[in-house]
């Protein structure tokens, strides 16, 4: 085998690790947020995503080596709420943490529109 094709193979196997660990993430973030006190609208508020869901990711992340710190962590909170509603539902959760776990950080994912 040459080098190159030593490199090709090194990165589809990084891919497909990477791949692997967007989609336990994904079920996972699922897991998080029903664990969740939900409002009437079936969404969470800002205060329990914070205390009850981020110390959750902030676990899973360091598992899957996901790259973070605090402050990105309380950023990637605030941008949750991506139709302005107060409130964070299951697919904004959802989204933001595999957009951050997938590399884009707060300002990235601020600057993205998601609809």
Do not use: C, W
């Amino acid at each position: 085998e040459s080098m190159f094709e030593k490199n090709q193979l090194r990165a589809e196997e990084s891919r497909k690790e990477q791949d692997e660990l967007i989609s336990m993430l994904d079920i996972k973030a699922s897991e998080v947020y029903d664990t969740l006190d939900l409002d009437e609208y079936g969404e969470a508020s800002f205060e329990s995503i914070m205390l009850e869901a981020m110390p959750m990711i902030t676990s899973l992340f360091e598992k899957g080596m996901v790259d973070f710190n605090d402050y990105n962590l309380t950023q990637l909170v605030r941008l949750m709420d991506l139709d302005k509603s107060g409130r964070i539902s299951l697919e904004e959760f959802r989204h933001t943490v595999m957009t951050y776990a997938n590399g884009a950080k707060p300002l990235t994912i601020q600057e993205v529109d998601f609809k």
